[in-house]
């Protein structure tokens, strides 16, 4: 935990990838990842491949991720 939280630290920008075809908890874990980065002032992007599947459009900040 603490090497990760170093990484984090240490770093300003990221990109947190998902798996093809994502379900709830990868776009869930995704988005929030992103917003705990941005709440410490970092710039956070979501990626996922094939986007977000409707059935998930419902999440916040979905109409975000690339």
């Given amino acids: 935990m603490r090497e990760i ?3 984090l630290r240490a770093h300003r920008s990221f990109v947190i990838l998902g798996h093809v075809d994502p379900d ?3 776009i869930g ?5 992103a917003g ?8 956070a992007r979501v990626a996922l491949p094939g986007g977000v599947p409707d059935t998930y459009r ?3 900040r979905t109409d975000e991720v690339g």
């Avoid at 705990?36 to 710039?43: D, F, I, K, S």
């Fill in 5 to 7: 939280a170093a990484f």
């Fill in 24 to 26: 709830g908890d990868a």
């Fill in 29 to 33: 874990s995704a988005l929030g990842l």
């Fill in 36 to 43: 705990m980065l941005r709440a410490e002032g970092r710039v």
């Fill in 58 to 60: 419902f999440l916040p």
